[in-house]
């Protein structure tokens, strides 16, 4: 079966104008499929599957098959970390942990928006639970939470590919429309939850 994109869990222009359906297209269907078919390429076993993905990423001994592997894992979880009529703040445990944590949701969100606008070069800001507590994390490239021993609840793509076609150069005006309008805060909490 093998390494298989995942369908977006909404309709392409179901982001717009967030992120457009000429975004989505790019992004999901070259980009995200590059990674799966380039991994799939690259796996001695072809019997492996998406469900066996963290071991993969975890044992990959080669380079260019852990990129493949975690870009795979990243984007499947980015895609899930946005919806339609997202954004705003969340309810219940999270916003009691990002209270707890961060001292108030208007900081976490000021220090979320920094680091992904400024994490040089292509790769993620995460909200994480670092085993104790949230925090927000950036990492290069293809680098996840799940190598430093992190619970990721939240990531953004902060690759040009993820928002030139809508932003050009202007980062932080995409990482603002993804807190204010993107934010799937109930896969947050069903992350929070698994921790
Ligand atoms: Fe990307």
Not at 34 to 56: C, F, M, Q, R
Not at 161 to 187: C, E, I, K, M, S
């Amino acid at each position: 079966m093998a390494f298989v994109l995942p369908p977006l869990p909404y309709a392409p222009d179901a982001l717009a104008p967030h992120l457009s359906a000429e975004t989505l297209a790019l992004h999901h269907g070259k980009h995200h499929q590059s990674y799966v078919d380039k991994l799939n390429a690259l796996i001695d076993d072809p019997s492996t599957t998406n469900h066996d993905l963290e071991a993969v990423i975890l044992d990959a001994g080669d380079k260019a098959l852990f990129n493949n592997a975690a870009q795979h894992w990243n984007h499947s979880f980015y895609w899930e970390g946005m919806t339609p009529g997202g954004g705003g703040g969340p309810s219940d445990a999270v916003a009691d942990a990002i209270q707890r944590d961060f001292g108030s949701f208007d900081r976490f969100s000021e220090d979320l928006h920094s680091q992904a606008s400024t994490h040089f070069g292509s790769g993620w800001a995460w909200l994480v639970h670092d085993g104790s507590k949230l925090r927000i994390t950036t990492t290069h490239d293809a680098d996840l939470p799940l190598l430093h021993s992190q619970k990721a609840l939240l990531t953004i793509d902060v690759w040009e590919h993820a928002y030139y076609v809508d932003y050009r150069n202007q980062r932080p005006a995409y990482v603002t429309a993804f807190l204010d309008g993107l934010v799937n805060w109930a896969f947050v909490a069903k992350n929070l939850a698994e921790v």
